[in-house]
């Protein structure tokens, strides 16, 4: 007899609890094989004096199953208090978000019927890294982060969920033509990882048309892999086209674990009144299912989920009078899906997961990378200061050390000296960019003091490096 997975179970804030006891029903009548620990996550454990909304118990358990299926939880207005989806996606590595995009024409109102795609979103770096300074009374920085091995880990992802799961094409969306570093990175690993799955369809998308198209024509998707902050943005979309973001299931996948939850949120204004929909945490759980290999029981699921839609049982939030048969509230949908279980659809189209596995994706190893010849070329610094530019350059005139020279003067990354434009609005953020032949850490340290001595605040270096004789930074607007 095959064993049960464990797994830990939060029931959540708001609507959670209700959802997640439908959720579990139907689970259990359809047969999966698990052994539930529960946890407390979210508002109760905020208001103890917790800021991650997460206590050192439940992280024990998480580490025990690797599984988690999750309800909605609501996080206390104010400041102080975490992300807990975020801490939770960090803590455990879930590099990889996967949000399935479905319509469900006619029960579910939308534009295109035919709308089947899946968004791969990387999810833990870019500008969700969260690193982020005050720099002057008038600027603030934030990071954009985008590593080689989290894009190889995303985009090899992308494509082994293609292949796992019978898709046909891979899309990838960046803004290179803008971000040609940060973002064309990410494409250039995508054309690199592409070459080892000719058996699939591969395009590429600049993201702003891209997101359009998404809401224009999504049946031209199948598969879209994207960085953090794109990829939150086009699910929303996505999940907006399809017509319902209530019936929405997503995915959070690490080499180690997996979270699975709803799209939506606690839906705080209707707890406790058994009338939500427990769809998306249902559609969650099939994901979770063939996540720890228990396919038949997807399919059984699913199949039960798609019969119980087509014959016109539904919650509120999609009951039509025109098309549905009966209204009911959370415990009567999910003893309807109940009763269907081993029962197949007629006009949606019969799910089969397969066997399975037990074991979920497994991604290959980082692609070694041959190292470069990496060589210190200058450096930025950035001061806050008040003033023209040409006052600024004048003051600098005499502060360069030898082997190093003032470059460019830069605002907001235009440039402003020399020979900058007028009507060029500068604010209180100035880049200084020093480069030299033969520069050395000393050098720049030399340089720093030197600007320091004279009243200058630095308030940041970066250093400026060639790489196999490659210009390793951008240069400014107009330099």
């Known amino acids: 007899m095959t064993a049960n997975t464990p797994i830990t179970v939060a029931r959540g804030d708001g609507i959670g609890p209700e959802i997640m006891d439908a959720t579990l029903r139907i689970l259990e009548s359809a047969g999966a094989r698990l052994d539930i620990e529960e946890i407390e996550i979210g508002k109760a454990v905020y208001e103890r004096g917790i800021p991650t909304g997460i206590e050192d118990s439940a992280w024990a358990s998480l580490h025990r199953t690797k599984v988690f299926l999750k309800a909605p939880i609501t996080t206390p207005q104010g400041g102080g208090f975490k992300s807990l989806n975020v801490t939770v996606r960090k803590t455990l590595g879930l590099f990889a978000n996967v949000r399935p995009c479905v319509s469900y024409h006619p029960y579910?109102?939308?534009?295109?019927?035919?709308?089947d795609l899946v968004i791969v979103r990387e999810n833990e770096e870019?500008?969700?890294?969260?690193?982020?300074?005050?720099?002057?009374?008038g600027v603030v920085q934030s990071l954009k982060?985008?590593?080689?091995?989290?894009?190889?880990?995303?985009?090899?992802?992308?494509?082994?969920?293609?292949?796992?799961?019978?898709?046909?094409?891979?899309?990838?969306?960046?803004?290179?033509?803008?971000?040609?570093?940060?973002?064309?990175?990410?494409?250039?690993?995508?054309?690199?990882?592409?070459?080892?799955?000719?058996?699939?369809?591969?395009?590429?998308?600049?993201?702003?048309?891209?997101?359009?198209?998404?809401?224009?024509?999504?049946?031209?998707?199948?598969?879209?892999?994207?960085?953090?902050?794109?990829?939150?943005?086009?699910?929303?979309?996505a999940v907006e086209v399809t017509g319902s973001?209530?019936?929405?299931?997503?995915?959070?996948?690490?080499?180690?674990?997996?979270?699975?939850?709803?799209?939506?949120?606690?839906?705080?204004?209707?707890?406790?009144?058994?009338?939500?929909?427990?769809?998306g945490l249902l559609l969650g759980a099939i994901l979770m299912l063939n996540h720890i290999g228990q396919n038949d029981v997807a399919t059984k699921v699913h199949n039960a989920w798609y019969k119980t839609i087509e014959d016109g049982i539904h919650t509120g939030d999609i009951y039509d009078e025109g098309l549905s048969k009966e209204k009911v509230g959370t415990k009567e949908f999910?003893?309807?899906?109940?009763?269907?279980?081993?029962?197949?659809?007629?006009?949606?189209?019969?799910?089969?997961?397969?066997?399975?596995?037990?074991?979920?994706?497994?991604?290959?190893?980082?692609?070694?990378?041959?190292?470069?010849?990496?060589?210190?070329?200058?450096?930025d610094i950035f001061l806050d200061w008040e003033g023209k530019p040409d006052t600024l350059a004048a003051k600098l005139r005499h502060l360069v050390v030898d082997g190093?020279?003032?470059?460019?003067?830069?605002?907001?990354?235009?440039?402003?000296?020399?020979?900058?434009?007028?009507?060029?609005?500068?604010?209180?953020?100035?880049?200084?960019?020093?480069?030299?032949?033969?520069?050395?850490?000393?050098?720049?340290?030399?340089?720093?003091?030197?600007?320091?001595?004279?009243?200058?605040?630095?308030?940041k270096v970066e250093n400026l490096y060639d790489?196999?004789?490659?210009?390793?930074?951008?240069?400014?607007?107009?330099e």
């Open 334 to 379: 999910a003893d309807a899906v109940i009763a269907r279980i081993g029962q197949t659809p007629a006009k949606f189209k019969p799910v089969d997961y397969g066997t399975g596995g037990g074991e979920g994706l497994k991604i290959p190893p980082l692609k070694m990378v041959l190292v470069e010849d990496k060589k210190l070329v200058g450096a």
């Open 145 to 237: 982060i985008i590593s080689r091995a989290g894009s190889e880990r995303i985009i090899r992802f992308a494509f082994e969920y293609a292949r796992a799961n019978g898709r046909k094409k891979v899309t990838c969306m960046a803004k290179d033509n803008i971000m040609k570093m940060a973002d064309g990175l990410f494409h250039r690993v995508f054309d690199e990882i592409g070459k080892e799955y000719p058996d699939i369809e591969q395009d590429f998308y600049i993201i702003d048309i891209g997101t359009a198209r998404i809401a224009a024509r999504p049946t031209d998707f199948d598969v879209i892999v994207t960085e953090n902050l794109y990829g939150d943005i086009i699910s929303d979309v």
């Open 126 to 137: 870019d500008l969700y890294a969260g690193i982020e300074h005050r720099q002057t009374q």
């Open 245 to 279: 973001v209530g019936l929405g299931g997503s995915c959070n996948i690490g080499a180690d674990f997996g979270m699975f939850e709803a799209v939506h949120g606690s839906a705080p204004d209707i707890a406790g009144k058994g009338i939500a929909n427990p769809s």
């Open 467 to 478: 790489f196999n004789g490659q210009r390793g930074y951008t240069v400014a607007q107009g």
């Open 108 to 115: 579910v109102e939308t534009n295109f019927p035919g709308m």
């Open 404 to 459: 190093l020279r003032l470059k460019v003067i830069s605002n907001r990354g235009v440039k402003v000296w020399p020979d900058g434009q007028e009507g060029t609005f500068c604010s209180d953020h100035w880049c200084l960019r020093f480069i030299g032949e033969n520069v050395s850490h000393n050098m720049l340290l030399q340089q720093l003091s030197a600007i320091s001595g004279a009243g200058f605040d630095f308030i």
